[in-house]
């Protein structure tokens, strides 16, 4: 059994995880909120290290990240465990399988050989939350940037400072789950009471690491489709990360009240100033914010960058907010607290 990096002793009866925002503080033989990891006289011991719940070769796309990478493939890999009470509810990969048969263990190198020999440009974090697998989570990054690979993860956010900032130097995508933008919609939809440090997360890997955050929302009516909090949270996407940031709005149930909701949310964005605001309709095309020349196709699965010419649009030079190569820009919030801002502007 593998022992927590992201944590730190509480007197000497206790460990506090320190790898989501629970922070769980642990007597010895007790056992955090997410039911993976157990403080003993050691440390903290991770039950999921090291364990993968599935494997999966696809286009990027279908981990809402539209505007990253367009048109490549991705090896998926996830674990167990979830931060949010509700999550571990439904079942899914919350719970690590009694059958020991599957219990699978893949070495961090061993996920970027393979991605490597699927032809796979990127590996993406999926189907658990990263946080309650931060160590394994962060070797695997590694690995797959040693072997050249983009890399992302698919998160709710409830990730601590210590674990986005030990990702940040290896991590060039995140599909952010934002769930809502109220103390309400939080409790029903993820069962957390305080939610507003998710938004200081993303707001620090978009500004100081400078990673592609795209957004995605599903709408309950009646639980985070709120006017006034729908209009407060397009304002936090437009002013934290940018007018052009992708926001992928879907609908959270089958019912007809959660489409309506839908709908008015993406007319709220719209009217907000974000650029690129996504449904669930099949073969969405991305166009142009200034003149609506269609710049990417998606057709049945066929993802085509049609009207791009060196990233930017081919009719009226519109760059729009993509990443496609894995050397990041150093961003001006990082160049500043190392001086190297100031230092351009003398
Ligand atoms: S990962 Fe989160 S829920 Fe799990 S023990 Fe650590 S702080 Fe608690």
């Known amino acids: 059994m593998e022992i927590a990096r992201f944590a730190t002793p509480n007197g ?7 790898a989501c925002l629970w922070r769980c503080v642990l007597h010895h033989n007790t056992t955090g909120r997410c039911n993976m990891r157990t403080a003993g006289p050691e440390g903290i011991v991770m ?25 490549t493939v991705v090896l998926s890999v996830g674990s167990w465990g979830y931060a949010f009470p509700v999550d571990q509810e439904r079942g899914g990969y919350g719970a690590i399988p009694t059958d020991p048969a599957k ?15 699927q032809l796979c440009r990127g590996v993406v974090w999926s189907f658990s939350e990263p946080a309650v697998s931060a160590e394994y989570v962060l070797d695997v990054l590694r690995a797959s940037r040693a072997s050249s690979r983009y890399t992302a993860i698919t998160t709710t956010g409830y990730l601590t ?60 009516h009646g639980v985070n489709d709120d006017p006034k909090e729908l209009r407060s949270l397009v304002n936090w996407i437009r002013k934290t990360l940018g007018e052009q940031t992708p ?40 166009q142009c914010p200034r003149c609506h020349n269609t710049l990417i196709t998606r057709n049945k699965g066929v993802v085509r960058m049609v009207g791009l010419e060196g990233g930017a649009c081919n009719n ?12 990041k820009a150093k961003p001006l919030a990082r160049a500043a607290e190392s001086g190297e801002a100031d230092k351009a502007a003398s």
Do not use: K
Request: hydrophobic letters at 40%; aromatic letters at 12%.
């Open 12 to 18: 000497t009866e206790s460990t506090r995880c320190e």
């Open 47 to 71: 039950h999921n290290h090291g364990m993968i719940s599935g494997a999966t070769v696809g286009p990027v796309e279908d981990h809402r990240l539209w505007h990253f990478f367009p048109d």
């Open 103 to 117: 219990q699978r263990i893949l070495e961090p190198e061993r996920v970027a050989s393979f991605a490597l020999n």
């Open 161 to 220: 400072m210590e674990v986005l900032n030990s990702f940040g130097p290896y991590l060039d995508g995140i599909s952010f789950d934002l769930r809502g933008f109220g103390d309400t919609a939080y409790q029903r939809l993820a069962g957390v009471p305080h939610w507003q440090d998710i938004l200081e997360i993303a707001a620090r890997a978009r500004r100081y690491w400078n990673i592609h955050i795209e957004i995605t929302t599903r709408m309950h």
């Open 247 to 286: 926001w992928h709005v879907l609908p959270g149930d089958a019912g007809t009240g959660a489409a309506a909701a839908v709908f008015r949310a993406r007319r709220l964005g719209h009217a907000g100033g974000l650029q690129f605001i996504y449904g669930s309709e099949l073969n969405q095309p991305t």
């Open 316 to 327: 009226c030079g519109f760059e729009p907010y993509l990443r496609t190569s894995i050397f």
